[in-house]
């Protein structure tokens, strides 16, 4: 077993992978709970627009500066607006910067200065400049799955997403609607979740059963697998 303490001698973050050339990025994926969190983003254009959309949509409170603000910006709820170009007080109470200028030289600034306050920075197309990258999501239900490149091909990680999503239809759907009523029956029991068992029936045919409107089956075969009392015969997502 290896030393979790030790150098892993396969891959450099910088370089790659020692086996296979390939770049690898250590990046730790998480997602972000922005409701009413500052948010700063800096450039107006459509690219930056873009990328309010989605931090808008989710309840941030958007201060957006830039010399011009472009008119898919300006169709955006955002708190504050200022026409002119990046200063460091712009930071100020921010969680989270994103930078969309198209400018390496503003880019790299931002960065510079969020880095000194400890503030995540997303450069858009700008991987050098980013503590933070941002994934594209696929977003079905309660399903969200993100894919990224590291930053090297937005391209690519959005064939991905493509591909991803075409997965992602009303049966799988109905698997994760039955395995999450399985867990909460567990919680609401006081049992505890992470135990084997659900790999066993997920991996099996809990996709065959969903396709064919068998939940109430599938319900019972994952509960008998993980140990979860009987559910109420009407499992139906």
Known sequence: MNDPESP???SDPLHGSLQTGRPVMDLVPVGLRVTGKSVLIVGAGRVAARKARTYAAH???LTVVAPQHGPEMDALDVEVRRHRRFAPVDLDDKWLVVTATGDPEV?????REAEARRIWCNAADDPEHCSVVLPATVQRGDVT???STGGRSPAAASWLRRRISAMLDDATLDVVDIASGVRDRMRASGQPTEVAGWAEVLDDNALELALAGEHIELDARLGAAVGAMPGS???QP
Do not use: L, N, T
């Not at 880019?107 to 960065?111: I, K, L, M």
């Open 8 to 10: 892993r001698p396969h």
């Open 233 to 235: 015969g009407e499992a």
């Open 107 to 111: 880019d790299g600034s931002v960065h």
């Open 59 to 61: 309840g941030a409170r």
């Open 145 to 147: 799955v993100a894919i």
